[in-house]
């Protein structure tokens, strides 16, 4: 049975198959996926990685959490479902702080 990895971290320039080749020397790699924006195409510095069997993917753990990869020091642990997260938002919307009254205040002015 296979295992999916997060790894967040990763610099903006890591590719797919860098990263499968890197996971590569702690197991078979099922697949890599660099998650990128949607506007941009742009990588958000983080994917996943599915490993053959939960063996390798406890050792990939073991070995990529905290070592750096290509200049960035890397966070990887066994990815959640979606359903299992917090909200990553609360509140919605655009939110300037402030007032939002503007920045002139006082009153009237009468000497001149």
Do not use: C
Request: net charge neutral.
């Amino acid at each position: 049975m296979s295992k999916k990895l997060y790894v967040g971290g990763l610099p903006y320039s890591t590719t797919s198959d860098s990263l499968k080749d890197a996971f590569s020397q702690t197991g078979q790699v099922e697949s890599a996926t660099i998650i990128t924006d949607k506007m941009t195409g742009r990588s958000r510095g983080f994917g996943f990685v599915e490993m053959v069997n939960d063996d390798e993917a406890d050792k990939a753990v073991e070995v990529w959490n905290g070592k750096e990869f290509e200049g960035r020091k890397l966070t990887v642990n066994e990815a959640r479902p979606m359903g299992d997260r917090p909200p990553h938002r609360t509140g919605g919307g655009f939110n300037r702080g402030g007032s939002g009254r503007g920045g002139f205040g006082g009153g009237r002015r009468d000497e001149y």
